[in-house]
Nanobody
Framework: QVQLVESGGGLVQAGDSLRLGCVAS????????MGWFRQAPGKERAFVAA????????YYADSVKGRFTISRDNAKNTVYLQMNSLKPEDAAVYYC???????????????????WGQGTQVTVSS
């Protein structure tokens, strides 16, 4: 059974940084693209960042480009999201997700991901 467990969320002030982590278990982590999504109250879940299986390719939503960095450590079965210069509009529950297809490309489509974590709350005060 595939499990994804996020950590690292919290309450920060605008301009601060946070690093989220997501540990995967239950299948071979290193051959699947991973993604981060977020959902604010009253809004749909939205793409934040994705990374392909090897880590060679990354993609970002325009709203976070230049501030957030996605990375992975395949030896630790972990994907990270480094978030810098946080803004109040970044506040949301952040979810990591694992792609459905081995060696698939990183994707911004929710439907490309078959496994999701439980989410970690990020709150940014102004």
């Amino acid at each position: 059974q595939v499990q994804l467990v996020e950590s690292g969320g919290g309450l920060v002030q605008a301009g601060d940084s946070l690093r989220l982590g997501c540990v995967a278990s239950g299948r071979t982590f290193s051959i699947y693209a991973m993604g981060w999504f977020r959902q604010a109250p009253g809004k749909e879940r939205a793409f934040v960042a994705a990374i392909n299986w090897s880590g060679a390719n990354t993609y970002y939503a325009d709203s976070v480009k230049g501030r957030f960095t996605i990375s992975r450590d395949n030896a630790k079965n972990t994907v990270y999201l480094q978030m810098n210069s946080l803004k109040p509009e970044d506040a949301a529950v952040y979810y990591c997700a694992s792609n459905n297809v081995p060696y698939g490309t990183a994707s911004y489509f929710l439907s490309a991901y078959g496994y999701w974590g439980q989410g970690t709350q990020v709150t940014v005060s102004s």
